[in-house]
């Protein structure tokens, strides 16, 4: 291994004690190296496979591989090894989903595993998914007769599936099933013991109908992998490996990758950095580990990770004492981050665009990246600077990457994962994609999903080298922006009510105020911002006394969701959450959608296939504010 060593910008690197400390472990136990956003996990991972590769000279083929979750990851640890002087050749760099993938279809080729069809991305995807799990909940309904889980949505039976085959469940695996602690889903569907038989029950029908259909999901791969090791070819198996960002790799993939490696592992994680819900513990994969803590961050400021840490430090109060306690305070110092707040989109979108320019102008060698709540948006970004003559890179998925490359990137705040830029720039911080609109049914999955959230955005705002800057418009700015303290931050224009809505579920939703809306600090004048209640749009008919006439209808003052409670129509409103008011029927509904369009200006849109707030029965939705 050479004496120096070169970041991606072929700047020398200096590495700190703690991080030469993880190179030097040489016991027994599987390493786990922690530490915080630009902490250098990575860099240590790479730095055990370039003192590997050098120990094994150049018989080094198949003795070392680098696993991660994103391509994002894949090119820039490629990009750091070719900077210091380390070969493709000499080490895999893969996702694990990728090389389990290829390891599948070599056994399909040769007949040792079968050939299935597996769903489609989008829309179409979710559809056939869905349909599969109706058909398994036919065939149980056959078999063992009805039951109050036939009529559960199919999204939530999707879900179910999908966290058993992670968990590594598989069809004769019920003991394991009954025995996980299962979080977030407990107000959602309450389950005794016969009631997670059930559940179980209805798994092994949808498996049985995949397979009787030649049909699976994308986790059946790495479910037979792991089932069947001895097919595993000995070409595809390692010495070594290594595994970065591996709080959001499933227990099923860990379980994988140890099936891949002969002499031991070492794994670089972060659950403060975890925005994918996957669960997995040493104890589960049958190892002893050594925990080596990562304390100085090597990539941003302290001003910019202070900001993050604001927001991030909320979820404290649900992690362990292990994870609450690692903290990378970074050494730099720069600039205050700025919060800028615009009129409107127009505005918002000018403001962004003409930085860019600013920015590009002052030095041709800056790296600009735009971070996106969804994907989306990476085309919506991507028109802006289009329609201003802005070259730039959309970081996607399946997207090949130089980090040190000028210019300006676009990435979503889940492919900016590893990434690093000098300038920082989230547009829309709004409600709806900091948070996304989403509404969990109970207040356990509430609390997981907002622990998720708060980590995308402090994973958004530790991706900035020397500059962060935060732009929202009008009063759609993020919960988020309640937990900043102002005094981390320069703000433009006026400081914004911000409402902090508590959990409610839907079935709670009522006549009410919610008590919990917050305001943060004062305006640009100093003086205190009043709060400003958040109100609950009630799912019940109103009484007489409040509702007015207008024709012959009876309809309460602007309240469109009452009238249709009226008229005995099921409504299912979205709408505080950034989605549709959506009413359950067919066409047969029209003179009451031309009523409601007439009293309230509402234009609504027909979908015989309705949405899954509806159950995918037929329905019509509109956006309409009433």
């Not at 998914?129 to 009805?146: D, E, L």
């Not at 909320?314 to 306690?325: G, I, M, P, Q, T």
Request: aromatic residues 10%; positive net charge.
């Amino acid at each position: 291994m050479a004496d120096k060593i070169y970041d991606a910008y072929h700047q020398e690197i200096e590495l700190t004690d703690e991080q030469q400390a993880c190179l030097k472990y040489s016991g027994e136990r599987t390493l786990m190296v922690k530490g915080l956003a630009g902490a250098g996990k990575s860099l240590v991972l790479m730095e055990f496979a370039r003192k590997l590769l050098a120990k094994y000279g150049t018989d080094s083929k198949n003795k070392v591989a680098i696993f991660t979750f994103q391509n994002t990851l894949v090119s820039t640890t490629k990009e750091y090894l070719e900077v210091n002087g380390t070969s493709e050749e000499g080490v895999v760099v893969t996702t694990i989903n990728s090389f389990i993938k290829g390891i599948y279809e070599l056994l399909a080729k040769c007949g040792a595993a079968p050939f299935k069809k597996y769903p489609y991305s989008g829309k179409q995807g979710e559809l056939q998914r869905i349909n599969n799990v109706k058909a398994a909940i036919r065939a149980h309904q056959t078999k063992y007769g009805k039951h109050r889980f036939h009529n559960i949505e199919p999204e939530f039976w999707i879900e179910e599936f999908d966290w058993m085959k992670d968990m590594n469940v598989w069809t004769d695996d019920m003991d394991l099933y009954l025995t996980i602690p299962r979080k977030g889903r407990g107000g959602k569907v309450r389950m005794s013991a016969a009631d997670r038989v059930t559940a179980y029950q209805l798994f092994t029908c949808y498996c049985e109908h995949l397979e009787r259909t030649k049909q699976g999901d994308w986790a059946d791969q790495t479910l037979f992998i792991v089932r069947h090791p001895d097919l595993i070819p000995e070409a595809m198996k390692f010495e070594h490996v290594l595994i970065d960002e591996a709080q959001d790799l499933s227990l099923a993939q860990m379980t994988a990758i140890m099936m891949l490696y002969k002499k031991d592992m070492v794994v670089a994680m972060d659950m403060n950095q975890r925005i994918f819900s996957k669960q997995w513990t040493a104890k589960q994969l049958g190892i002893e580990t050594t925990t080596k803590k990562l304390t100085k961050s090597m990539r941003t400021t302290k001003q910019i990770d202070a900001l993050a840490e604001s927001i991030r430090s909320k979820n404290d109060a649900v992690l362990s004492e292990d994870d609450k306690s690692l903290r990378a305070i970074p050494e730099r110092t720069g600039d205050i981050p700025e919060l800028v707040h615009l009129e409107d989109a127009a505005a918002e979108r000018k403001y962004v665009v003409n930085l860019i320019k600013t920015y590009l102008a002052s030095n041709d060698k800056i790296t600009i990246g735009i971070i996106a709540a969804k994907n989306k948006q990476i085309a919506i970004y991507a028109d802006w600077l289009a329609s201003e003559n802005i070259n730039h890179e959309q970081v996607k998925k399946d997207s090949t990457f130089s980090i040190a490359k000028p210019g300006v990137k676009i990435a979503s705040a889940y492919g900016a994962k590893g990434l690093e830029f000098d300038v920082v720039i989230i547009p829309m911080f709004a409600e709806g994609n900091f948070p996304y609109g989403f509404q969990p049914d109970d207040e356990e999955a509430y609390e997981q999903y907002m622990i998720k959230m708060r980590n995308l955005v402090y994973v958004s705002m530790t991706r900035a080298r020397f500059k962060l800057v935060i732009t929202f418009w009008g009063n759609k700015g993020s919960r988020f922006i309640a937990d900043m303290d102002p005094a981390l931050y320069n703000l433009t224009g006026d400081m914004p009510n911000i409402k902090v809505p508590s959990f409610v579920s839907k079935a709670a939703v009522s006549t009410a105020t919610e008590s919990s809306t917050t305001v943060v600090g004062t305006s640009s004048t100093n003086r205190p911002i009043r709060p400003v209640a958040r109100t609950v749009v009630s799912t019940q008919p109103v009484a007489s006394s409040s509702v007015m006439k207008t024709g012959s209808s009876v309809a309460s003052n602007g309240d469109l969701v009452a009238f249709l409670k009226s008229k005995g129509i099921e409504a299912i409103d979205k709408r505080d959450k950034g989605g549709a008011l959506w009413i359950v029927g067919d066409k047969s509904l029209d003179p009451i959608v031309q009523e409601t369009k007439k009293l309230f200006g509402a234009m609504w849109i027909y979908k015989a296939e309705g949405g899954m707030a509806t159950k995918h029965r037929p329905s019509w939705y509109t956006k309409s504010s009433k």
